[in-house]
């Protein structure tokens, strides 16, 4: 890497912040500004709120967070290898393979486990469902 | 190898480095005394960015963008839903500050720490520069340490993951008792 | 190159793509409003300027002129971020993709990309996933309900699909040995037995996975239910208004278009393309060439939106992990083996 290859970089990051610090600055002078308590209140489809914010979300969230860190390292690692693939060969293509596998086999540990299932009835799917009826006859 | 200020004054990189480390240290201080979790999550952003930059800079590009990829695009999002999951308080919260007993001992123990860290690297790299124009190869150079020297480190690695997930579904499956059959 | 041009020639390429983006979004904006009319058998904007060609500049102004409210439980600080990290995050994406081939003038050649980085494809990927802070901070500040949840959503959306993105260009980088996106494109310069392009297209697999993925990264339809009206609301920009969600807008957009670039950097050759002509015609083809197939992409992308309806968040996460991403490893296995037969041999030959 060159200075220069970052310089650019950091021109349209100054570039970025500065088209947005000046147009909402502008937007903000020129703009009408009259808040009401009604129109700062958090949007409910026009009724007053009657409780605060969700502050718990399903657990599942966390675990496709966590599979995600995991993807992304995977992701690094084939990144670095597929650059320079035809120096490692067969024996790197081995070891690219195992790693692969392994992590498929995470992967299918936890869409066993239902982790991936969102609605409950699907992961519920797996429970008997015998009819009454049937449970006779086959009695 | 010894710089006086003045010269060091005259290079360009250093205004550069200062630029990046500043923030970065403001950053790590703020997220051990912030006491709103969501911020503190939000200043270790900021620190872990400070941290890409500088690997960017000592011409590691891979490392650098892996930091940015893997640790504030991934790692810190886990963090964030690791909040909203749990009943942490989502705003400010003075249980977070921890009283002098246990302020002090961390204090001294992160001051060791630093000793200790700056002193290795001091002893083991003091003395080198960092070759311009090096990107191209760099790249390269990590995938053949990776595939060539620490391969068993490498397959090791996809285990630690699996069972890092293993866990995390055994903490998430106290959440819904299993179904009797 | 000495500093000072060097300055000069970086400040003149970021100011040229920011204006470049900016006009594809003006744009973009009513060329999709036009197609997704015409498939709903509706004119669609047709008043201002030629065919209402100046219909967003019009709405881009009305927003500038209305009121931007804070809501009153809002951390007016990150509030006030989320909206320019998006812009910025979407401009960073587009400073590495080549829009031409190089063109030299005297001794010196210019690149036609604002800045070719070795590591090009882990920047791009890196810089996507820091969108999702846009979107997570956005819900987060907000103090309210509705984007709350939607950013919670998105945020899973948005990192489920990255995997299936990052995965998908793998079998590009191992076609093209580089991932640099000025050495992936001139990596499909040649051809197959004289007769077709070499581009990566023949990764077929790679492109569907990478063109599905690039839908839901930027929460395109059929994929977009970060803001499904009918269940939340709006999503993250509920409490958006003016300027302020002009540039959620803006970042949304230039988001579409360079995902349209970067599969056509990635799978349809980029800038390669026949050329003829004198000298002037030959730095300008290329350019005309990426604008095309980037265009054409652009078009699935609103294609996709007047056909499909938006599927259920059970079924987008379940699309995403269990058929997307199980796909993708198991074609980069058959790719790894296939290209290692072609490159070494048999491996017990």
């Known amino acids: 890497m060159t200075p220069a290859d970052y310089l650019p970089i950091a021109l349209m990051v100054l570039l970025g912040l500065g088209f947005s610090g000046v147009s909402l600055w502008m937007s903000w002078r020129i703009a009408p500004n009259n808040p009401t308590p009604e129109k700062l209140a958090p949007y409910e489809c026009g009724i007053v709120p009657l409780q605060e914010p969700v502050q718990r979300f399903p657990v599942k969230f966390y675990l ?34 195992i790693f692969m596998l392994l992590l498929l086999e995470t992967l299918a540990y936890v869409w066993k486990r239902g982790a991936l299932d969102w609605n409950v009835s699907v992961r519920r799917r797996y429970r008997p469902v015998v009819a009454p009826d049937l449970e006779e006859e086959a009695a | 190898m010894h710089v006086s200020f003045e010269q060091w004054l005259t290079e360009i990189a250093n205004y550069v480095f200062a630029a990046l480390a500043i923030p970065t240290l403001v950053g790590a201080w ?30 590691a590009e891979f490392v650098g963008w892996t930091v940015v990829l893997v640790y504030i695009g991934a790692v810190i999002i886990l963090f964030l839903i690791g909040i909203m999951i749990t ?55 990590l995938a053949e340490v990776i595939f060539q020297r620490f391969v068993i480190p490498f397959e090791v690695v996809s285990l630690v993951l699996l069972s890092a997930l293993v866990g995390g579904i055994a903490l998430a499956r106290k959440d819904e008792p299993e179904e009797p059959a | 190159m000495s500093g000072l041009e060097l300055l000069v020639v970086s400040g003149i390429k970021v100011v040229v793509a920011f204006a ?17 009319a015409f498939m709903q058998n509706r004119y669609g904007p047709n008043r201002a300027g030629p065919g209402g060609i100046l219909q967003t500049l019009a709405d881009g102004l009305k927003l500038f002129f209305k009121e931007s409210m804070t809501p009153r439980k809002a951390q007016f600080l990150l509030y006030i971020a989320a909206p320019v990290l998006a812009v910025v995050t979407a401009l960073l994406v587009f400073v590495v ?14 690149t036609l990309q604002v800045t070719d980085l070795d590591v090009g494809v882990l920047y791009i990927l890196a810089i996507s996933s820091l969108g999702v802070y846009a979107v997570a901070l956005a819900g987060w500040s907000s103090g309210s309900k509705y984007p709350l949840l939607g950013s919670v959503r998105s945020a899973a959306q948005m990192i489920s699909y990255e995997a299936a993105l990052g995965l998908a260009l793998v079998p590009v980088i191992m076609f093209s040995r580089t991932t640099s996106l000025a050495g992936i494109v001139e990596a499909q310069s040649g051809t197959f037995g004289g007769l077709l392009p070499a581009w990566n297209i023949v990764l077929l697999p790679s492109f569907v996975i990478f063109l599905i993925a690039g839908f839901a990264e930027t929460n395109r339809a059929p994929f977009d239910l970060v803001e499904a009206e009918q269940e939340i609301v709006g999503g993250y920009h509920t409490e958006y208004s003016g300027m302020r969600f002009a540039f959620f807008f803006l970042a949304e957009y230039i988001n579409m278009f360079n995902m349209a670039a970067l599969t056509a950097t990635f799978f349809l050759g980029g800038w390669n393309g026949p050329l003829f002509g004198p000298t002037w015609l030959r730095y300008v083809l290329p350019v005309i060439w990426f604008l095309i197939k980037s265009w054409v992409v652009v078009f699935l992308f609103i294609w996709a939106r007047g056909t499909l309806p938006r599927i259920r968040y059970d079924q ?15 074609w980069i296995m058959l790719a790894m ?13």
Request: charged content about 10%; glycine content about 8%.
């Open chain 1, 64 to 97: 496709v967070a966590m599979l995600f860190v995991i993807f992304d390292v995977e992701i690094v690692f084939l990144f670095a290898w597929a650059v320079r693939m035809d120096e490692f060969g067969w024996a790197g293509i081995a070891a690219v393979g």
């Open chain 2, 87 to 141: 009943r942490a308080p989502l705003g400010s919260h003075e249980e977070l500050s921890h009283p002098a007993t246990v302020k002090i001992p961390a204090a001294l123990l992160s001051i060791v720490l630093f000793t200790v860290v700056a002193w290795a690297v001091a002893d083991a790299f003091g003395g080198l520069a960092i070759p311009p124009d090096v990107g191209a190869t760099r790249t390269g150079q």
């Open chain 2, 30 to 59: 703020m997220v051990v005394t912030s006491t709103n979790i969501v911020r503190a999550v939000l200043y270790l952003v900021v620190t872990l960015a400070g941290s890409a930059a500088l690997f960017i800079m000592l011409g």
């Open chain 3, 20 to 36: 470049f983006l900016v006009l594809t979004v003006l744009v973009l904006v009513w060329v999709e409003r036009r197609v997704v």
């Open chain 3, 97 to 110: 993709i080549p829009i031409g081939a190089p063109v030299t003038i005297g001794d010196t050649t210019y």
């Open chain 3, 337 to 349: 083996v296939a290209i290692g037969v072609r490159r070494f041999g048999l491996p017990w030959a």
């Open chain 3, 316 to 330: 987008l996460m379940a699309f995403g992990w269990k058929r997307l991403i199980p796909v993708s490893l198991v």
